[in-house]
């Protein structure tokens, strides 16, 4: 009997090894930090279908190894709040547009958002910061850093200040990645209050090169702060869509 367990087993060797082979990045990713806070975690509810892995996209996990990307993106955020807290966020619709527009590419995210957070929690020095810089450089290893995807705002929206500190955060993080020229797209909170960091934050392409900042506009909130499902989905479709446009100008 054991030796009929044992030819089995081994038969089934190969074919896991393929299996997780299959699952394996096949060479050099093209790689993104998304970082910020709910909205970026992700809040919106997500169908199954949109809980498998999609093609092409790997996920660098609680290991700092990388795995099929799927929802929620902010699972292994080393920072996040509980897991029951983490659905969809524009990372989702963001890798599924930038893999239409490049489907030969593979891409690897680096998710690392927490919800209720300050930008100035983003603090270079600071746990948030460290630790997105940390797991940035570890994925580095696997491929190239193409931009940051940043959503923040809703803890700081009668900031007057907040673009001085947002500036400040992409210098430290463009230094210390290495990258003066990295791109770096912004997103605005939603617009049901005439907020401040909305009229602060579109100011940022002008100030600092490189940078692009995502519209809001006709995006629906399904509380006082979160986007609900489809605006989640097309909020990443217009960071992709940004992050297309900055990559050609370079």
Sequence with gaps: MKNKLCLFLCALLPLASHWLQADAPSGKLDLYLLIGQSNMAGRAPYTKAESQPME???LLNGSDEWQPAANPLNLYSTIRKEVGMQ????GYGFSLAMREAKPDLAI??????KGGTSIQQWTKGDTFYDEAIRRTKIAMQSGTLKGILWHQGESDASDEKYLQKIEQLIADLRKDLDAPELPFVAGMINDT???PVNRVIVQLPERVAHTAVVSNEGLVIMDQWHFNHDSALTLGERYAEKMLE???TK
Aim: aromatic share 10%; proline share 5%.
């Design 246 to 248: 900055l990559q050609a």
């Design 108 to 113: 690897g995210l680096i998710v690392n958002a």
């Design 87 to 90: 659905k969809m966020g524009p």
């Design 56 to 58: 092409g996209v790997y």
């Design 193 to 195: 209050k005439d907020y």
